[in-house]
Protein backbone atom coordinates (compact mmCIF):
# COMPACT_ATOMS: atom_id res chain seq x y z
CA UNK A 1 0.00 0.00 0.00
CA UNK A 2 1.68 3.41 -0.97
CA UNK A 3 2.40 6.23 1.91
CA UNK A 4 -0.41 8.09 2.80
CA UNK A 5 -0.68 11.74 1.23
CA UNK A 6 0.79 14.37 4.06
CA UNK A 7 -1.35 17.03 3.89
CA UNK A 8 -1.64 20.42 5.87
CA UNK A 9 -4.46 23.11 5.60
CA UNK A 10 -3.68 26.86 5.54
CA UNK A 11 -6.28 28.38 7.31
CA UNK A 12 -8.30 27.03 10.24
CA UNK A 13 -12.42 28.33 9.56
CA UNK A 14 -15.39 26.59 8.24
CA UNK A 15 -14.32 25.11 4.74
CA UNK A 16 -11.36 23.43 6.67
CA UNK A 17 -13.91 21.84 9.02
CA UNK A 18 -15.62 20.86 6.49
CA UNK A 19 -13.18 19.07 4.93
CA UNK A 20 -11.34 17.45 7.20
CA UNK A 21 -14.75 15.88 8.30
CA UNK A 22 -15.21 14.41 5.04
CA UNK A 23 -11.49 13.09 5.10
CA UNK A 24 -11.95 10.64 8.26
CA UNK A 25 -13.13 8.64 5.35
CA UNK A 26 -9.69 8.68 3.80
CA UNK A 27 -7.49 8.26 6.69
CA UNK A 28 -5.29 4.88 5.04
CA UNK A 29 -4.49 7.57 1.93
CA UNK A 30 -4.08 10.96 3.89
CA UNK A 31 -2.80 12.14 6.85
CA UNK A 32 -3.56 15.68 7.86
CA UNK A 33 -2.04 18.93 9.67
CA UNK A 34 -2.56 22.37 10.30
CA UNK A 35 -1.61 25.83 9.97
CA UNK A 36 -3.23 29.09 11.30
CA UNK A 37 -2.01 32.80 11.88
CA UNK A 38 -3.41 31.69 16.06
CA UNK A 39 -1.13 28.84 17.12
CA UNK A 40 -4.35 27.45 19.59
CA UNK A 41 -6.96 27.45 16.37
CA UNK A 42 -4.55 25.26 14.65
CA UNK A 43 -3.85 23.40 17.48
CA UNK A 44 -7.10 22.68 18.61
CA UNK A 45 -8.38 21.64 14.76
CA UNK A 46 -5.25 19.19 15.44
CA UNK A 47 -6.83 17.58 18.44
CA UNK A 48 -10.27 17.36 16.90
CA UNK A 49 -9.50 15.84 13.85
CA UNK A 50 -6.55 13.75 14.93
CA UNK A 51 -4.30 15.57 12.94
CA UNK A 52 -0.18 14.98 12.56
CA UNK A 53 1.13 18.54 13.53
CA UNK A 54 0.20 21.93 14.06
CA UNK A 55 1.50 25.21 12.69
CA UNK A 56 1.44 28.72 14.32
CA UNK A 57 1.85 30.64 10.65
CA UNK A 58 1.69 29.16 6.90
CA UNK A 59 5.33 29.60 6.20
CA UNK A 60 6.57 26.96 8.23
CA UNK A 61 3.85 24.19 7.31
CA UNK A 62 4.61 24.93 3.84
CA UNK A 63 8.26 24.53 4.35
CA UNK A 64 8.29 21.78 6.37
CA UNK A 65 9.97 18.61 4.47
CA UNK A 66 7.46 16.75 6.02
CA UNK A 67 4.24 18.16 4.24
CA UNK A 68 3.65 17.02 0.87
CA UNK A 69 0.61 19.06 -0.12
CA UNK A 70 -1.09 21.84 1.21
CA UNK A 71 -4.59 22.80 0.45
CA UNK A 72 -4.86 26.80 -0.04
CA UNK A 73 -8.14 27.26 2.45
CA UNK A 74 -7.81 31.25 3.32
CA UNK A 75 -9.87 34.07 1.67
CA UNK A 76 -9.30 34.16 -1.95
CA UNK A 77 -7.16 37.57 -1.59
CA UNK A 78 -4.68 35.43 -0.73
CA UNK A 79 -4.67 32.00 -2.56
CA UNK A 80 -2.42 33.68 -5.33
CA UNK A 81 0.96 34.36 -3.22
CA UNK A 82 0.07 31.26 -0.99
CA UNK A 83 -0.24 29.23 -3.80
CA UNK A 84 3.15 30.02 -5.62
CA UNK A 85 5.00 30.11 -1.83
CA UNK A 86 4.05 26.16 -1.47
CA UNK A 87 5.02 25.34 -5.13
CA UNK A 88 8.09 27.32 -4.93
CA UNK A 89 8.66 24.68 -1.88
CA UNK A 90 7.85 21.72 -3.96
CA UNK A 91 4.43 21.23 -2.72
CA UNK A 92 1.27 20.09 -3.95
CA UNK A 93 -1.51 22.39 -3.77
CA UNK A 94 -4.86 22.08 -3.52
CA UNK A 95 -6.51 25.91 -4.00
CA UNK A 96 -9.96 26.84 -2.80
CA UNK A 97 -12.43 28.21 -5.16
CA UNK A 98 -12.15 30.38 -6.69
CA UNK A 99 -8.76 29.99 -6.90
CA UNK A 100 -7.64 33.59 -8.29
CA UNK A 101 -8.91 36.75 -9.21
CA UNK A 102 -7.79 37.70 -12.73
CA UNK A 103 -7.05 35.53 -15.56
CA UNK A 104 -3.49 36.36 -15.52
CA UNK A 105 -2.76 34.52 -12.03
CA UNK A 106 -4.08 31.50 -13.57
CA UNK A 107 -1.36 31.82 -16.34
CA UNK A 108 1.32 32.44 -13.75
CA UNK A 109 0.50 29.52 -11.45
CA UNK A 110 0.23 27.45 -14.35
CA UNK A 111 4.02 28.44 -15.15
CA UNK A 112 4.86 27.70 -11.76
CA UNK A 113 3.34 24.47 -11.63
CA UNK A 114 5.01 23.66 -15.10
CA UNK A 115 8.49 24.61 -12.89
CA UNK A 116 7.76 22.99 -9.96
CA UNK A 117 6.74 19.34 -11.62
CA UNK A 118 3.68 19.51 -9.04
CA UNK A 119 -0.04 19.21 -9.14
CA UNK A 120 -2.49 21.35 -8.73
CA UNK A 121 -6.24 21.18 -8.26
CA UNK A 122 -8.66 23.62 -7.60
CA UNK A 123 -11.60 22.90 -4.83
CA UNK A 124 -14.47 22.58 -7.08
CA UNK A 125 -16.24 19.85 -5.38
CA UNK A 126 -19.41 20.42 -6.96
CA UNK A 127 -17.93 19.08 -10.19
CA UNK A 128 -17.12 15.93 -7.97
CA UNK A 129 -20.54 15.32 -6.71
CA UNK A 130 -23.28 12.50 -7.90
CA UNK A 131 -25.48 14.81 -9.04
CA UNK A 132 -22.91 16.27 -11.58
CA UNK A 133 -21.75 13.01 -12.48
CA UNK A 134 -25.09 12.06 -13.42
CA UNK A 135 -26.14 14.71 -15.15
CA UNK A 136 -23.24 14.38 -17.76
CA UNK A 137 -23.81 10.73 -18.22
CA UNK A 138 -27.36 11.39 -18.76
CA UNK A 139 -26.51 13.71 -21.38
CA UNK A 140 -23.72 11.65 -22.67
CA UNK A 141 -26.13 9.13 -23.56
CA UNK A 142 -28.72 11.24 -25.22
CA UNK A 143 -31.70 10.57 -22.83
CA UNK A 144 -33.35 13.80 -23.41
CA UNK A 145 -32.03 14.39 -27.12
CA UNK A 146 -30.65 17.72 -28.27
CA UNK A 147 -30.65 20.21 -25.52
CA UNK A 148 -32.75 22.89 -26.11
CA UNK A 149 -32.83 24.83 -22.47
CA UNK A 150 -31.04 24.52 -19.38
CA UNK A 151 -32.31 25.95 -16.29
CA UNK A 152 -30.89 26.50 -12.88
CA UNK A 153 -31.82 27.95 -9.70
CA UNK A 154 -29.79 27.96 -6.59
CA UNK A 155 -32.10 30.80 -4.22
CA UNK A 156 -32.17 30.55 -0.13
CA UNK A 157 -32.05 33.38 2.28
CA UNK A 158 -28.23 32.43 3.81
CA UNK A 159 -27.02 36.01 5.14
CA UNK A 160 -23.46 36.79 6.65
CA UNK A 161 -22.57 38.39 10.02
CA UNK A 162 -21.32 41.95 9.53
CA UNK A 163 -18.06 40.43 10.67
CA UNK A 164 -18.10 38.09 7.55
CA UNK A 165 -14.80 38.15 5.58
CA UNK A 166 -16.60 38.03 2.88
CA UNK A 167 -18.85 41.20 3.28
CA UNK A 168 -15.30 42.19 2.99
CA UNK A 169 -15.12 42.29 -1.07
CA UNK A 170 -11.12 43.25 -0.88
CA UNK A 171 -11.02 39.67 0.74
CA UNK A 172 -13.53 37.88 -1.11
CA UNK A 173 -12.71 38.95 -4.51
CA UNK A 174 -16.44 40.14 -5.55
CA UNK A 175 -19.62 39.85 -4.73
CA UNK A 176 -21.15 37.08 -3.44
CA UNK A 177 -21.83 35.46 -7.06
CA UNK A 178 -18.17 35.47 -7.98
CA UNK A 179 -17.56 33.99 -4.28
CA UNK A 180 -19.41 30.95 -4.01
CA UNK A 181 -21.98 31.31 -7.55
CA UNK A 182 -18.88 30.52 -9.26
CA UNK A 183 -19.55 26.80 -8.05
CA UNK A 184 -23.30 26.77 -9.95
CA UNK A 185 -22.27 28.63 -12.91
CA UNK A 186 -19.40 25.55 -13.38
CA UNK A 187 -22.09 22.44 -13.00
CA UNK A 188 -23.83 24.78 -15.41
CA UNK A 189 -20.76 24.66 -18.12
CA UNK A 190 -19.32 21.47 -17.12
CA UNK A 191 -22.16 18.72 -17.97
CA UNK A 192 -20.83 18.34 -21.75
CA UNK A 193 -22.07 21.03 -23.70
CA UNK A 194 -19.62 23.90 -22.47
CA UNK A 195 -20.82 27.81 -22.17
CA UNK A 196 -19.08 30.08 -24.71
CA UNK A 197 -20.40 33.19 -23.71
CA UNK A 198 -22.81 34.70 -20.59
CA UNK A 199 -24.38 37.80 -19.50
CA UNK A 200 -25.03 38.65 -16.12
CA UNK A 201 -28.33 40.67 -15.20
CA UNK A 202 -28.29 42.06 -11.16
CA UNK A 203 -31.33 43.47 -9.53
CA UNK A 204 -30.59 46.43 -6.90
CA UNK A 205 -29.03 45.42 -3.83
CA UNK A 206 -30.45 45.49 -0.47
CA UNK A 207 -29.76 48.86 1.44
CA UNK A 208 -30.14 47.41 5.19
CA UNK A 209 -28.78 44.83 7.51
CA UNK A 210 -25.54 43.43 8.16
CA UNK A 211 -24.56 41.63 5.12
CA UNK A 212 -23.29 44.17 3.01
CA UNK A 213 -22.89 41.85 -0.14
CA UNK A 214 -24.33 41.74 -3.44
CA UNK A 215 -26.64 38.90 -3.25
CA UNK A 216 -28.56 37.77 -5.96
CA UNK A 217 -27.65 37.73 -9.98
CA UNK A 218 -28.92 36.09 -13.20
CA UNK A 219 -26.85 34.97 -15.57
CA UNK A 220 -28.06 34.28 -19.35
CA UNK A 221 -25.61 31.88 -21.46
CA UNK A 222 -25.33 30.09 -24.75
CA UNK A 223 -23.66 26.63 -25.11
CA UNK A 224 -21.37 25.39 -27.71
CA UNK A 225 -24.32 23.30 -28.93
CA UNK A 226 -26.42 26.43 -29.53
CA UNK A 227 -28.69 25.48 -26.47
CA UNK A 228 -29.26 28.19 -24.33
CA UNK A 229 -29.93 28.64 -20.30
CA UNK A 230 -30.27 30.76 -17.21
CA UNK A 231 -28.43 30.64 -13.72
CA UNK A 232 -30.65 32.47 -10.76
CA UNK A 233 -28.88 33.04 -7.40
CA UNK A 234 -29.59 34.10 -4.93
CA UNK A 235 -28.64 34.30 -1.46
CA UNK A 236 -31.30 36.53 0.14
CA UNK A 237 -34.71 35.09 -0.71
CA UNK A 238 -36.40 32.58 1.20
CA UNK A 239 -36.90 29.28 0.24
CA UNK A 240 -38.35 26.05 1.15
CA UNK A 241 -36.59 23.79 3.45
CA UNK A 242 -33.85 26.53 3.51
CA UNK A 243 -32.38 25.85 -0.23
CA UNK A 244 -34.80 23.15 -1.69
CA UNK A 245 -34.93 24.15 -5.78
CA UNK A 246 -35.95 22.17 -8.88
CA UNK A 247 -33.61 23.12 -11.71
CA UNK A 248 -34.04 21.34 -15.62
CA UNK A 249 -32.60 20.81 -18.63
CA UNK A 250 -35.13 20.07 -21.87
CA UNK A 251 -34.47 18.31 -24.80
CA UNK A 252 -36.32 17.34 -27.93
CA UNK A 253 -36.61 13.70 -26.63
CA UNK A 254 -37.37 14.57 -22.97
CA UNK A 255 -36.70 16.52 -19.71
CA UNK A 256 -34.66 16.44 -16.86
CA UNK A 257 -35.99 17.85 -13.57
CA UNK A 258 -33.21 17.62 -10.79
CA UNK A 259 -32.81 18.96 -7.11
CA UNK A 260 -30.22 21.82 -7.50
CA UNK A 261 -28.44 20.26 -4.44
CA UNK A 262 -28.60 16.93 -5.57
CA UNK A 263 -31.23 14.99 -3.51
CA UNK A 264 -32.91 13.50 -6.78
CA UNK A 265 -33.03 13.95 -10.39
CA UNK A 266 -36.14 12.47 -12.51
CA UNK A 267 -36.38 11.41 -16.25
CA UNK A 268 -39.34 12.01 -18.83
CA UNK A 269 -39.85 11.12 -22.11
CA UNK A 270 -41.67 9.19 -24.46
CA UNK A 271 -41.01 6.68 -21.99
CA UNK A 272 -42.10 5.65 -18.63
CA UNK A 273 -40.46 8.56 -16.26
CA UNK A 274 -37.30 7.36 -14.17
CA UNK A 275 -36.82 9.09 -10.69
CA UNK A 276 -32.86 8.97 -9.70
CA UNK A 277 -30.98 8.80 -6.78
CA UNK A 278 -27.61 9.75 -7.88
CA UNK A 279 -26.06 9.29 -3.86
CA UNK A 280 -26.26 10.67 -0.57
CA UNK A 281 -23.01 9.40 1.02
CA UNK A 282 -21.09 11.76 -0.93
CA UNK A 283 -23.47 14.31 -2.01
CA UNK A 284 -21.57 17.37 -1.76
CA UNK A 285 -18.11 15.44 -3.69
CA UNK A 286 -15.62 16.15 -1.06
CA UNK A 287 -14.56 12.21 -1.22
CA UNK A 288 -13.85 12.19 -5.07
CA UNK A 289 -12.63 15.32 -5.52
CA UNK A 290 -9.49 14.01 -2.80
CA UNK A 291 -9.32 10.95 -3.68
CA UNK A 292 -8.65 12.53 -7.29
CA UNK A 293 -5.82 15.09 -6.11
CA UNK A 294 -4.42 11.70 -4.49
CA UNK A 295 -4.33 9.91 -7.98
CA UNK A 296 -2.60 12.70 -9.61
CA UNK A 297 -0.43 13.28 -7.40
CA UNK A 298 0.77 9.50 -7.25
CA UNK A 299 0.11 9.23 -11.16
CA UNK A 300 1.48 12.24 -12.15
CA UNK A 301 -1.77 12.50 -14.34
CA UNK A 302 -3.97 15.69 -14.43
CA UNK A 303 -6.47 16.32 -12.37
CA UNK A 304 -10.09 16.66 -13.05
CA UNK A 305 -10.25 19.80 -12.16
CA UNK A 306 -7.00 21.51 -12.90
CA UNK A 307 -5.94 24.74 -13.37
CA UNK A 308 -6.64 24.97 -17.20
CA UNK A 309 -10.77 24.15 -16.30
CA UNK A 310 -11.13 26.58 -13.71
CA UNK A 311 -10.01 29.18 -16.64
CA UNK A 312 -13.15 28.38 -18.41
CA UNK A 313 -14.95 29.53 -15.22
CA UNK A 314 -12.89 32.60 -14.89
CA UNK A 315 -13.32 33.67 -18.74
CA UNK A 316 -17.03 33.45 -18.19
CA UNK A 317 -16.59 35.19 -14.66
CA UNK A 318 -15.05 38.10 -16.61
CA UNK A 319 -17.67 37.99 -19.29
CA UNK A 320 -20.54 38.20 -17.16
CA UNK A 321 -19.03 41.29 -14.81
CA UNK A 322 -17.92 43.44 -17.92
CA UNK A 323 -21.60 42.92 -19.28
CA UNK A 324 -22.79 44.11 -15.97
CA UNK A 325 -20.19 47.19 -16.66
CA UNK A 326 -21.73 47.64 -20.19
CA UNK A 327 -25.14 48.26 -18.54
CA UNK A 328 -24.38 50.27 -16.15
CA UNK A 329 -24.91 48.09 -13.00
CA UNK A 330 -22.99 48.11 -9.77
CA UNK A 331 -19.08 46.73 -10.69
CA UNK A 332 -17.82 44.23 -8.54
CA UNK A 333 -14.58 44.49 -6.35
Known sequence: MPDPLRLAFLGCGFIT??????????????????????????????????????????GSAIEDPRIDAVVVAVPPRFHFDLTLQALAAGKHVLVEKPAFLRLAEYRAAIDARHRAGRVVLVGENDHYKPLA???????????????????FATIVKRLKSADDWRNDETMAGGDAFFEEGIHWLHIAGSLGPRITTAQGHRPAPARTGPDRRIKSMLVAFRYDNQAVGSLYY???IPSLLRGLRLSKLYGRDGIITFESNGLFALVRGNWRPRLLFPGFRDIRGYRAMYADFVHAVRTGAAPEMSLERAMDDQRLMDQIYASLEQTGAVAVG
Open 234 to 236: SRE
Open 17 to 58: RIHSRHLRALRRDIVCSYASRDPGRAEAFRREFGGAAAYGDY
Open 133 to 151: VCLRRLLRDGVIGEMVFAY
